[in-house]
């Protein structure tokens, strides 16, 4: 037993000094890469109401996974658009009466082409799917995070969507060797190819929060991060940080039709006050 938590204590401790080394380089590629951070110069209640009067409508896809949650949950509370559509595979259920009015489109992902009403009529929408190769493999994570996502994009743009706001991940490159970031820098690329008005592009490091699906590796990797993220802010960020960044961005009128916040952006952004 002596022997087994002599491993153990060894094994976190390397795991921590390989964690904090990723940290350093994470944290000198945040501070020189240039990216979009948006003035927070504003009165954000204002734009809000502003924004509320027009009754605007917007889509939610993966509404079910952890990030959409918690969108669904602040774009609700802050009481931003006259109508909120889910788009999914399946129908949710909600206890709380604040989710009644939701409209939900059930939709098979393989014959998105089918369902192209379900996408008409919107004037946002929000993207948020997305899987992992480890629960998935290579071909399906390909499926999901690029095919998925961009036939999703070109059925909401051709439905008279103007704001495309799109979950990606720190480091995303279309040139990466890395599937994972190569596919999100596709991704990012293609559907800002089909000329959006304005398309958002988030790219957070690793989100701390408490999955529902949730592997030992994960847990561990995520305790060690949090414990560190004091001293390398740029290495993760709070899930809730990006989905208040996200929320505050629609109000916000960006400088170019297209913009990329980075995880300082979206720290900055997410941890701002919204009233």
């Not at 022997?3 to 945040?30: E, F, N, P, Q, R």
């Not at 399946?90 to 098979?108: G, H, M, S």
């Not at 393989?110 to 629960?135: I, M, N, R, S």
């Not at 304005?198 to 847990?219: D, F, K, M, N, T």
């Amino acid at each position: 037993m002596k022997l087994l938590m002599s491993i153990l204590g060894k094994a976190t401790g390397y795991l921590t000094l390989v964690v904090v080394l990723i940290a350093a380089v994470l944290h000198y590629l945040d501070y020189s890469e240039p990216g979009a951070l948006p003035s927070m110069a504003v009165n954000m209640e204002s734009l809000e109401e502003d924004f509320r009067q027009q009754n605007k409508s917007c889509f939610i896809l993966g509404a079910t996974g952890e990030t959409g949650r918690l969108l669904l949950k602040e774009l609700l509370d802050r009481n931003l658009f006259a109508k909120i559509t889910l788009i999914g595979r399946r129908e949710v259920t909600f206890e709380d009466k604040a989710y009644e009015k939701l409209i939900q489109e059930v939709v098979d992902f393989e014959k998105l082409e089918d369902h192209a009403p379900a996408f008409q009529g919107h004037d946002v929408g929000y993207c948020c799917l997305g899987t992992t190769k480890a629960k998935s493999g290579a071909e399906g994570f390909v499926r999901v995070d690029h095919d998925y996502v961009l036939k999703s994009a070109e059925l909401a743009k051709a439905g008279g969507c103007s704001q495309f706001h799109l979950e990606s991940s720190k480091g995303a490159d279309k040139g990466s060797s890395f599937l994972y970031l190569k596919v999100k820098g596709q991704v990012e690329a293609e559907i800002e190819a089909l000329g959006f008005d304005r398309l958002s592009i988030y790219r957070p490091a690793v989100l701390l929060v408490e999955r529902q699906e949730s592997r030992p590796g994960e847990w561990m990797a995520r305790k060690v991060l949090s414990s560190c993220s004091f001293m390398f802010p740029s290495m993760s960020v709070p899930i809730q940080a990006v989905t208040r960044a996200m929320v505050s961005n629609t109000v916000l009128k960006p400088e170019h039709p297209t913009e990329i916040l980075e995880n300082k952006a979206i720290q900055t952004l997410g941890a701002s006050p919204t009233k």
